[in-house]
C-alpha cells in the first residue's frame, strides 16, 4: 500500500501502482475462486467436452449443408428432365396444337433425359433424403448435448458469478492509491458539498441525463467522473423530386415542325430541425486552491513534435507567438509567460484571470510534472488528449481516452460459464478501469496544491446519506430508457429524475422521460421547370413533437441488508419485506443501492 501524495503522476504509474494494481486485481480475483469454491479443473474439462461437442457439430452441420445443397441440385435437375419430356409429349402429341417443334428429335437423346431424370429423382428421394434426416437428427442431438454441457458449465461457474459486486474496482483502486477514495454511490452529502463548498451548478439541465457517475475523493477533495446523455437541436436536410414532362414543336432537318416530348426531374430539398444526442465523459474536481483562479486548456498538438529542423521551427513559432501575445497591452488579457516556455507552450493556457494565482497553482515542480505527462516519452499514459478547465474552485477535465472507457462496474459483465473468460474479462476490465481513471485524474495530480489543500468536511467526514438525483438518473438509465419513455417515442429519451418521498429506509423517485414523436409532413417548394413554368416540388419529412411520460421508481442504500440477503429475499418472492406494497418484481443492484421500476398498472 503506497500512502504517500502523489505529485508525480506518471512516475508513479510506471514505477509502481500499474504493477500494484495488476497485482491486486489478481490477488481479489485468486480470493474470489477460493470463496466460492469452484473446481476450476472440472469446469475446463466441461469445456473441453463442450468445444468437442461444437467442433462435432460444425462437421456436421457442414456435410449436412453439402448434402442439402446437392439435393437442390439433383432436385432442379430432374424437375428440368421432367419438363423437357413434357414439352416433347405436348409437341408430338396430336391432341394439342403446339406452336414449337419438340427439342429432340432423336428418341435416344429422350431417353438419356428420361434416364437421368430418373436417376436424380431416385438419388434424391432414396439416397439423399434419409442421409439428411439422419444428420439433422445427429445435429439435433449434438445440439442438445451441447445445451446441457453448457448448463452444466453455468452452473459450475454460478457460484463465482454471484461472488462478483460493483464495490470490488472501488476497493481495488482504493488498495493501490489509498489517496483517491471511490463513493459507494454518489450520495447527497457529497453533492451538496460540491454545490454550497464549491459553486457547483450540477448541470440541472432538462435536456441533460446522467448516465453513469461514479464519486470519490483525492485527499478529502470531492470529484466525480460521469457520463451524460445531451440532447441539443441540429438540422436534417430532407430531399425530394418531381418528374414533369411536356410536349412542344420543333423543326426536323427539312424544316418540317414536329411534335417531341421532353421531361426533366426537379429537385428540392428543406431543412428542417432534429434532436440529436451526444454523450459525454468528463471527470469534475472541487478543490479550495487558488479559488480566484479561472482558466481553460486544450491540446497544443506539439507535445509528440520531434526534435528535427522543421520540428524545432514549429515550436519556435509557437514561443514567439505566444511571446508576442505577451507583449501586447492593447487588449485585456492579463497574460505573462513564464520563464518555462516549454510548459506555457505544451499547456497552451493563455486566459487566465489572474497571473499570480496561476503561479502559485503552476509551481515549478508541478510545470516539470505536467511536461511530463504531456510529453509522456515512453507511451505510458495517454500524453497530451485531454482538456482542462478551472472556473474558480470547480475543475473540468475531458479526456479523450476515457470515451473508450467503460466506467461503470457492473459486475453482469464478468458473467461468463468459461473460467478462463471469467478471469480475463475481471483482470482487463479492472486494469483498463484504473489506469483510464488514473491519467483523468492525473492532470489534478500533478498540480501539488491541489492535493495540500483539504476541505473542512473532508477532516470531519461527510456522514451517511441518501443517494443524489444524479445516482438516481444512473439508476433509471441502467434500467434503461424502455423501461420509462412514452409509447409513441421514437427518438432517445433524456430521463429526469425527482425525489418525491422519502421514508427511513427508501426513497420514491419521478422519473420523467423527454423523448419525441414523429410526424410527417410535406412542404411544397417551387422550381422553375425546362416547361417554361414553375411547380411545386414535394419534400416530405418529419416533424419531432415532444412527448413525456413519468414512472415511479423506488431506490434504498443496501445499509444493513448485505448483497446476499437482497438476493435471498429475491430468491423467495419477499421483496415487500423491503419495499412495502410493491410485491414481487425483478429489482436492479447498482453499487451499495437496489432499485426497481413501478409496475405496470
Known sequence: MIEADVYEPLGRFDGEFRDAFAKNAEAMFDGLVRES?????????????LRQLNTSAEKVQSKLDCLQSFRTLLTLAWIAAAGVLFWNFLADSDLFSFPFDSLFDDSGITIIVLLVGVAAAALCFFCLSPSIKSRRSALASLQEKIKTVKTKAWDQMAPLNALFDWDHTARLVEQTVPRIKLDPYFNESRMTELVEDFGWDCFEDPDRSVL???????????????????????????????????????????GRPRTVTRSQTLYASVDKPIPVYSEEKFLLFGNDATPELSFSRRPSGLANVG?????????????????????????DNNF???????????????????????????TPLAQQQMILLLKDPKRIGYGDDFLMEKRRKINKVVPKHLANTRIDTDPSQFYDYDYDQIRRKFLDFNNDFFKSVYFSLAPLLAVPLFQQTRTH??????????????????????????????????TRNILKAKITDTCSDTQSVAVTAY????????????????????????????????????????????????????????????????FRNWGNVNPNFRRAIVSFVQPPQ
Not at 37 to 48: H, P, Q, S, Y
Open 37 to 49: 469454491g469452484i473446481d476450476v479443473r472440472e469446469n475446463r474439462k466441461t469445456l473441453a467436452e
Open 212 to 254: 453513469c457517475s461514479q464519486s470519490g475523493e483525492i485527499n478529502g477533495n470531492p470529484f466525480v467522473v460521469a457520463q451524460t446523455l445531451r440532447k441539443s437541436t441540429g438540422t436534417k436536410t430532407y430531399h425530394g423530386s418531381l418528374r414533369i414532362s411536356w410536349r412542344e414543336t420543333v423543326s426536323d432537318s427539312e
Open 307 to 331: 526534435d528535427g529542423f522543421w520540428d524545432r521551427r514549429k515550436k519556435d513559432r509557437a514561443v514567439k507567438k505566444l511571446e508576442s501575445f505577451s507583449r501586447n497591452l492593447d487588449d
Open 336 to 362: 505573462t509567460m513564464m520563464a518555462n516556455k516549454e510548459f506555457e507552450v505544451l499547456f497552451n493556457c493563455t486566459n487566465r484571470s489572474s497571473e499570480v494565482h496561476f503561479r502559485m497553482l503552476f
Open 457 to 490: 468536511k473532508s477532516i470531519y467526514g461527510l456522514g451517511p446519506s441518501f443517494p443524489s438525483y444524479w445516482e438516481h438518473e444512473s439508476q433509471a438509465n441502467y434500467h434503461g430508457e424502455e423501461k420509462f419513455k412514452h409509447a409513441q417515442s421514437v
Open 515 to 578: 423523448g419525441y414523436r414523429g410526424e410527417p409532413r410535406t412542404d411544397y417548394v417551387s422550381k422553375f421547370g425546362g416547361d417554361g413554368r414553375f411547380h411545386d416540388v414535394p419534400v416530405h419529412w418529419t416533424e419531432y413533437l415532444p412527448v413525456s411520460r413519468t414512472t415511479t421508481m423506488v431506490a434504498s442504500p443496501r445499509k444493513e441488508l448485505s448483497l446476499p440477503k437482497y438476493r435471498e429475499l429475491r430468491d423467495a418472492g419477499e421483496w415487500q419485506k423491503v
